[in-house]
């Protein structure tokens, strides 16, 4: 067998580079330099930044292969520095938006590791999901990068037989501010669909369908999605939805879904499910909320315990990996 390299720790230990990173794009470094002002005291001033420590962040990652200096004191946007122009990127990276939650709830990992329990409340005072609430611009971030802004448009085709001949309705659970349904409903004009998710989530969807032309044909319930759910569509959708809650909670929603898709309805799980060879990796879900992505195997006992029957698992030309499920 062939030994593997070694792994340098102090450069996976790096804080500084990473922090540097945030803070480059905190700060709209890299717009500021495509705006014109490429010198140190004029990118600072643009920023409303020290000029001294600024310079020290840029040069360090400068070392590392983001931005170059041109001049002393002078510095450009390279190919690296230039993915900082992103504003879906940038929402994930900015420590005074959704991003800052993110990067800061890391540090609660030794607790959660110590505990099996996420520590977010320790840090910021609120559970998470409690947390969003108290800050509706926070949470609208993290509406946008759950979004097309954060990760792209959306694959409508969400059925692994692509079989819609039986579908008209459509619920998506938790489906943030309807960037999936409504890609659904633009796909497929004969079906009407019903986004579900907090009241104040819903409230920023009329856009969305407005865009895609397909308002006349949707509506939203401001709910959550631990209460009961609109019963009788022909399809659930739950997408990137149980991978941010742990096994008690992902029972109950699924039970929600089991209830109101009786006697006929389909059930289709996208996130929080792995193929029973993948191995269990660390997400940021479990530092934020405790949430955990099951082995099919393990999601099959806990559909069952949940009135559901497993009728169909695999992955999708995307490589997503999706669940159909029926009620038993």
């Excluded at 977010?120 to 609430?133: A, I, S």
């Excluded at 989530?201 to 999605?225: D, L, M, P, W």
């Excluded at 559901?308 to 029926?326: D, H, N």
Aim: charged share 20%.
């Amino acid at each position: 067998m062939q030994e593997q390299g070694s792994a340098s720790l102090g450069a996976l230990g790096d804080l500084c580079t990473p922090w540097c990173v945030h803070v480059v794009a905190t700060l709209r470094i890299a717009d500021h330099i495509a705006a014109g002002a490429d010198e140190i005291n004029g990118l600072a001033e643009a920023a409303s930044c020290d000029a001294d420590y600024l310079g020290r962040v840029l040069r360090h990652l400068v070392g590392k292969g983001v931005f170059e200096e041109s001049a002393p004191g002078r510095f450009a946007l390279n190919d690296a520095a230039r993915q900082l122009l992103d504003p879906g990127l940038r929402l994930g990276l900015d420590l005074e938006s959704f991003g800052g939650r993110m990067a800061y709830a890391w540090g609660t990992l030794l607790k959660a590791v110590r505990t099996g329990a996420p520590a977010y409340e320790e840090l910021f005072g609120r559970p998470y999901w409690e947390d969003l609430d108290a800050h509706p611009e926070i949470a609208a971030d993290f509406d946008a990068l759950m979004g097309p802004a954060g990760h792209g448009t959306p694959d409508p085709e969400v059925l692994l037989n692509g079989d819609w001949g039986s579908v008209r309705t459509v619920v998506d659970v938790g489906g943030g501010t309807g960037a999936l349904l409504a890609e659904i409903l633009h796909a497929h004009p004969e079906i009407r669909g019903t986004l579900v998710d907090f009241p104040k989530t819903v409230a920023r969807a009329a856009e969305t369908f407005t865009v895609a032309g397909v308002a006349e044909r949707v509506k939203t319930i401001g709910q959550s999605f631990f209460d009961p759910l609109p019963p009788g569509a022909d399809l659930y959708v739950l997408s990137k939805v149980l991978n941010d809650w742990p096994d008690r909670e992902t029972k109950m929603i699924l039970t929600c879904c089991a209830e109101a898709a009786r006697p006929a309805g389909r059930i289709v799980i996208s996130g929080g499910v792995s193929p029973d060879d993948a191995p269990a990796g660390l997400s940021i879900e479990m530092v934020l909320v405790g949430g955990k992505t099951n082995t099919l195997a393990e999601f099959r006992e806990l559909a069952r315990e949940a009135g559901l029957e497993v009728c169909a698992a695999g992955r999708q030309p995307s490589g997503r990996f999706v669940v159909e499920c029926r009620p038993t």
